[in-house]
């Protein structure tokens, strides 16, 4: 995948930074450990995925459609082999031409209008069982709207005031923050990154590297798999990422669980 499509996508070049955090508050409070969710799968240089079976990682279909083969992935800091990749029929690449475009002339309408219509999901089927990791439950709620959601990820990082550069790294540091739900339907669940006097105490947003990473969501018996970062709205920020304003796009994941436990179950 060209490298040019991190200006609108989160993903291990489709653009997300590992956690976008507030400027007034220290980085080390947005910082955790692996054992903050061992489920979390990397994907070969960026990216991520997350164990939701045995065998079975589900991630943003643009996260890995840009590599060229894909046959390991690591969880819990242990490789493990990829024996195939389905990704969702519904999933459409934006063209050369069309990114052309909106890079030329920086309107991103179709653009946007092509990633709200296309299925950004697929699952990648482990040669083994993963058996020293608990897999996460996927939320089959349709009620996300105004709930609390947690984001993880490892890849760039930037504060709201002055964002990132997008030739920033796209792998650093686990990183995990917080937000509302502000708009959830059909494929998609969303946030806004607000500035503080308008933001949790540990707000914050996703970017470039991020990209399949897990959005949760509190349950009672704990967090559960809402969605996958996807991709943002980088005009809601004057052409900048991961400034305050920045709203961000997630695959929703009550929208696809039918779809996900057919695949799993055959």
């Known amino acids: 995948m060209p490298r040019l499509l991190l200006l609108t996508l989160l993903v291990v070049s489709l653009g ?32 991520h995925g997350v164990l939701v079976a045995p065998q079975w990682v589900v991630t943003a279909a643009h996260a890995i459609t840009w590599q060229s083969e894909i046959k390991q992935i690591t969880i819990a800091g242990i490789s493990r082999d990829v024996e195939r990749i389905l990704i969702h029929p519904g999933y459409k690449a934006p063209s050369e031409k069309l990114r052309e475009q909106a890079l030329a002339t920086w309107d991103w309408t179709l653009f946007r209008v092509l990633l709200s219509s296309s299925d950004d999901i697929a699952l990648l089927k482990l040669t083994q069982p993963v058996t020293d990791v608990s897999p996460v439950a996927i939320n089959r709620s349709n009620d996300e709207f105004g709930k609390i959601i947690k984001i993880i990820g490892k890849g760039a990082t930037g504060n709201g005031v002055s ?32 500035k503080p006097a308008d933001a949790l105490p540990l707000e914050g947003g996703s970017g470039n590297g991020d990209s399949g990473g897990p959005v949760l969501i509190q349950a009672e018996k704990g967090w559960l798999l809402a969605g996958l970062t996807s991709w943002s709205d980088l005009q809601s920020t004057n052409r900048t990422p991961g400034r305050y304003g920045q709203i961000s796009c997630n695959v929703r994941l009550s929208h696809y669980k039918d779809w996900i436990e057919s695949v799993i179950s055959e």
Not at 23 to 47: C, H, I, K, T, W
């Open 16 to 47: 997300a930074s590992a956690i976008v955090i507030r400027q007034d508050v220290d980085d080390s409070n947005y910082r955790v450990q692996a054992s903050e969710f061992s489920a979390l799968a990397d994907m070969p240089g960026e990216g």
């Open 163 to 194: 964002g990132y550069e997008f030739s920033s790294s796209h792998r650093t540091e686990l990183r995990r923050a917080f937000n509302n739900v502000t708009s959830a339907d059909g494929r998609w669940l969303c946030y806004v990154f607000d």
